[in-house]
């Protein structure tokens, strides 16, 4: 029977929001160091690409408050922290690959001290040359894994016998993490070879390896915990290894708990971003915009390791479609080596990129027709019924659930699209200097991790004698609400209120190999391991009282904080005190695995998804044709999220999606000087979006519906999927653009003053300056 009362669906505040409001919320920073801990600070080295012949640290060991210097060569075990390939050293051994790799390590009684010491070093190099771009990597056929190419159909004999041909590229930048707490790990020894990490990290499981590996120790003696992160948007699922690692090692030779934080700088320089790309396109197509034949490019540059790029690149293969059918198709993914850091997990993890490319294509074929862009994307959506041909993606998975051509058409017509489309193509026939511009794209988002073996969970549920519970699961709080969700559920599993309820930190020592929490599967995968444990405690409660009452167990009701069976009613606390009284076990642990999925590496073909989330924006923009300056107007959004568990927190991560989105692509410019070396490495430099950036109009919605598989409590997963409205924005400037210009429009991303100018006609290319 079902409570009448569930905290499931309600719009509860975040379960640390008191506390960060209040500066109470305790983070890796915050934690009070043992006696005797001591600091360490990574020594980098000044040079894209070459060899070390001589590395002076002399200096560095006589600074003051320096007590330890490590060096490759002090690594008792392994020296990598690549997550795929052991191809991403700790330490440098001998070879640097781009600009600031940490070559030794500083440990010291401060964290200035150790700062300070670092930048003593002197270092002599035989140089190699250096590829930076993808671009560069391509011409040379410089490649961390080897290129894939995904097949669907005859793409050239569409491609030739197409009424209408277009060829293009782009250039899509990069994006920087910005997690407001940066990457930290303390490190304390412990008794019989043991060791204690906390680290503000998406994946502990990982982490415990690495250092396992570092030391050359087994996994059973490395414990990692994470209580909450101040964000990681993908940066501490593989990357914070590096600093987990040179944390562990520290302690290790000094015998002394060691705290190593990353300074701003040195973490926007030493840590990967999202990876940008080179898309080159050639696209066949009919009067109508209908796409019917597509030969696509992916070069992303990767950097100087594998990290986690394979799987990236994969996931942009499977987005490079959206909401779009593709009956003709051909994809070639080029993985580039550079010399630059190495790029890593980034919310969407690649498939805004598959977004980017083929949003840029719709819109090509909409203005060489001279059509509504929209139009084109409605003729080219995947069908509606499960049974349609126009309903299998490129890689062979159907689309079951194709909500978006409603979807869309509910946004459209709720934001009065049509209506502003006239009025702004009259205001910009009377405005000759400010332009604007008018785009509404769809997303469709695939959930589950590409890499099957990751898509499960495992969680422990503990009721105490006086009816409250404490839980722990393998999920990560970085601010996305997660422990604010299982904490509903196991409530609602329980018929309590949420403040019985209380998560205990993530830890490898309660929960074991534990997937990372990223892929948008947090809520899903250690939701449902939750409620597993919790429903077998419930039964066994529903069965200890259901048979001095001589009901059935499932009429056992559970809500408002008491137990009915029959006749009897009982307070939780009552009833969980006399099961303990009676040696009821109330305890259980957890874990789920997700059904259906499966997934051919080498073939790229099965379904690595369990189900799709969709949403759409439209966003309205006015550009400055003299300045290149722009602004949003209005945002219009319409997302699902299936049958939302707490809309409030599903409404904030869809407004912070969507301008994480737009920052990506209008303002966080990632720029290198020749010698490889970064520049955007501070605030002062790398401009995210602030509060002034918000549209004044900015009207969010969830679409009504459930998901379709049997996910927890019919909900969708909402972290990733509304990063990819954001592309509204880009389009909305293009459309400025196209109002400017008259003409096709070759923009870039981001779409900064300077690349809109360029587009426009109003500011000279680098080549040309030149």
């Known amino acids: 029977m079902k409570a009448p009362h569930t905290v499931i669906g309600a719009s509860l505040p975040h379960e640390s929001a008191r506390l960060h409001v209040s500066g109470r919320a305790h983070y890796t920073d915050d934690l009070p160091l043992p006696a005797g801990a001591l600091h360490a600070a990574f020594g980098s080295a000044p040079l894209a690409h070459g060899r070390i012949t001589a590395m002076d640290l002399a200096a560095v060991r006589a600074a003051p408050g320096v007590l330890k210097v490590l060096t490759a060569a002090d690594i008792p075990g392994e020296n990598n922290c690549g997550p795929v390939l052991h191809d991403d050293p700790i330490l440098a051994d001998g070879l640097v690959q781009y600009w600031g790799q940490p070559a030794f ?68 930048g990069g994006q920087e993490h910005f997690y407001l707490e940066g990457q930290i790990a303390i490190a304390t020894l412990r008794d019989d070879d043991t060791i204690h990490l906390n680290v503000s990290t998406q994946h502990p499981t990982e982490m415990q390896h690495m250092v396992a590996h570092a030391l050359g120790w087994r996994a ?30 520290a302690a290790w030779h000094t015998k002394r708990p060691v705290k190593l934080r990353l300074d701003r700088d040195d973490d926007m320089t030493i840590t990967g971003k999202r990876h940008d790309f080179h898309i080159e396109w050639d696209v066949g197509f009919d009067a109508e915009g209908q796409i019917l034949g597509l030969a696509l490019t992916l070069a992303s540059r990767c950097g100087f390791s594998a990290d986690l790029s394979g799987p990236i690149n994969d996931r942009t293969i499977f987005h490079a479609d959206n909401c779009y059918y593709l009956d003709a198709v051909a994809i070639r993914s080029l993985r580039c080596k550079t010399n630059t850091v190495s790029n890593t997990a980034f919310r969407g993890f690649g498939g805004p990129q598959g977004m980017f490319a083929i949003e840029t294509i719709i819109d090509d074929i909409a203005r060489h027709l001279g059509r509504d862009p929209l139009d084109v994307r409605r003729i080219n959506f995947y069908g509606d019924s499960a049974g349609e041909q126009r309903n299998l993606t490129h890689y062979g998975m159907k689309v079951e659930d194709n909500i978006a051509p409603a979807l869309v058409e509910q946004l459209a017509r709720d934001c009065d699209y049509a209506a502003r489309r006239l009025a702004i193509a009259r205001f910009n026939a009377g405005s000759p200097v400010i332009k604007r511009g008018l785009a509404l794209t769809p997303v469709k988002f695939g959930i589950s991790f590409t890499a099957t073996m990751y898509n499960q969970a495992g969680a422990q549920v503990a009721v105490y004698s006086d009816g409250t519970v404490l839980l722990t699961h ?68 529903a069965a200890f009282i259901a048979a001095r009452n001589a009901v059935a167990a499932t009429e056992v009701v559970f809500a408002g904080g008491r137990v009915v069976a029959g006749t009897e009613d009982i307070a939780f606390a009552a009833l969980a005190a006399q099961a303990y009284r009676a040696r009821i076990q109330l305890w259980d642990a957890g874990f789920y695995s997700t059904p259906k999925i499966h997934y051919d590496p080498q073939t790229m073909m099965g379904r690595p998804f369990y189900y799709f989330a969709y949403g759409a924006a439209c966003a309205e923009v006015a550009l400055d044709t003299l300045t290149g300056e722009s602004r949003v107007l209005r945002a219009d959004i319409l997302h699902d999220v299936g049958r939302s568990l707490n809309p409030a927190i599903d409404i904030g991560q869809i407004e912070g999606g969507f301008i994480q989105g737009m920052g990506w692509l209008t303002s966080e410019e990632l720029w290198w000087k020749p010698d490889g070396r970064l520049m955007t490495h501070a605030p002062s430099t790398y401009k995210i979006p602030a509060v002034s950036d918000c549209p004044p109009v900015f009207n969010v919605k969830l679409f009504e519906g459930e998901n379709v598989e049997d996910a927890i409590h019919k909900s969708k997963a909402v972290g990733e999927p509304p990063l990819m409205l954001g592309l509204s924005v880009f389009f909305a400037l293009r459309d400025a653009c196209a109002a400017a210009t008259g003409g096709p429009v070759a923009l870039s991303a981001p779409a900064t003053p300077e690349a809109l100018l360029r587009a426009i006609g109003g500011l000279e290319t680098p080549a040309e300056a030149a």
């Open 474 to 541: 393998g999920g990560t709080e970085m601010g996305q609400g997660l422990y604010t969700k299982i904490r509903q559920i196991v409530a609602h599993e329980f018929g309590l209120p949420v403040e019985d309820v209380r998560l205990s930190p993530t830890d490898t020592s309660r929960v074991p190999n534990t997937s990372a929490t990223a892929a948008s599967s947090g809520t899903d995968l250690n939701g449902k391991a939750a409620q597993a444990a919790a429903q077998a405690i419930r039964a066994r409660l």
């Open 220 to 249: 059973h003696q490395v414990s990692v915990e994470c209580r909450r992160m101040g964000g990681g948007f993908g940066g501490k699922e593989s990357q914070s290894s590096q600093i987990s690692c040179a944390a562990a090692l």
């Open 105 to 172: 390590l500083v440990v010291a009684t401060s964290h200035d001290a150790a700062r300070r010491a670092a930048r003593l070093a002197k270092f002599e190099f035989e140089t190699l040359p250096a590829l930076l771009t993808a671009e560069a990597a391509m011409a040379a056929e410089s490649w961390v894994l080897p290129p894939v190419q995904v097949n669907r159909g005859d793409a050239v004999s569409a491609l030739a016998s197409a009424r209408h041909r277009l060829q293009g590229a782009v250039d899509l």
